[in-house]
T-cell receptor, first 110, second 116 residues
Framework: SQQGEEDPQALSIQEGENATMNCSYK?????LQWYRQNSGRGLVHLIL?????REKHSGRLRVTLDTSKKSSSLLITASRAADTASYFC??????????FGAGTQVVVTP | EAGVTQFPSHSVIEKGQTVTLRCDPI?????LYWYRRVMGKEIKFLLH????????ESGMPNNRFLAERTGGTYSTLKVQPAELEDSGVYFC??????????????FGPGTRLTVT
């Protein structure tokens, strides 16, 4: 079963707009991570947020975590065409095994 | 520093044939993971090596899949015989322990497997 589930499944926006996607998970976590996969390429680690953190920023990325609701959000500000990709949230078990959600496909049009 | 590499980048085989995927982790990383994404669905865990030992192989779909990591360096994932539903992208990742319960995994570019 999926640990993380992303919402929406797909998102289409124009350059310059913000993109927000959400992730829900089922069990207790120590941290939650977000990854990006560009078409035909590998997964790129974007950001890790620990369970005792509520918000984290990295460049144009902003991640929030609400452990009481078991949810996280990823905000991409001022989107660019190069942000077109699939975005995944993932939780880890004690051995580092990642459990991914189905992902959100983001398309940014010029 | 070289990242995680995978070979081949793309493989097209016929149903019933055998394919072997290779992953070279980042030097010094004890943890090596295999994942796959089938038909644009979620990315699923296959198995986890710690050095040469299989720590967790609960995600291996069936006995047609065999993973090895001899010597604790590179790993191979063999599919024999391949079936149509094995098509997808196979990712390898490696990590070294940073601190308890925090791991950043470095992913390879993936191998796209197409079974016809």
């Amino acid at each position: 079963s999926q640990q993380g589930e992303e919402d929406p499944q797909a998102l289409s926006i124009q350059e310059g707009e913000n993109a927000t996607m959400n992730c829900s998970y089922k069990t207790s976590i120590n941290n939650l991570q977000w990854y990006r996969q560009n078409s035909g390429r590998g997964l790129v680690h974007l950001i890790l947020i620990r369970s005792n953190e509520r918000e984290k920023h990295s460049g144009r990325l902003r991640v929030t975590l609400d452990t009481s609701k078991k949810s996280s959000s990823l905000l991409i500000t001022a989107s660019r065409a190069a942000d077109t990709a699939s975005y995944f949230c993932a939780t880890t078990d004690s051995w580092g095994k990642l459990q991914f959600g189905a992902g959100t496909q983001v398309v940014v049009t010029p | 520093e070289a990242g995680v590499t995978q070979f081949p980048s793309h493989s097209v085989i016929e149903k019933g044939q055998t394919v072997t995927l290779r992953c070279d982790p980042i030097s010094g990383h004890d943890n090596l993971y295999w994942y796959r994404r089938v038909m644009g669905k979620e990315i699923k865990f296959l198995l986890h090596f710690v050095k040469e030992s299989k720590q967790d192989e609960s995600g291996m779909p069936n006995n047609r899949f065999l993973a090895e990591r001899t010597g604790g360096t590179y790993s191979t994932l063999k599919v024999q015989p391949a079936e149509l539903e094995d098509s997808g992208v196979y990712f390898c990742a490696s990590s070294q322990f940073h601190s308890r319960n925090t791991y950043e995994q470095y992913f390879g570019p993936g191998t796209r497997l197409t079974v016809t």
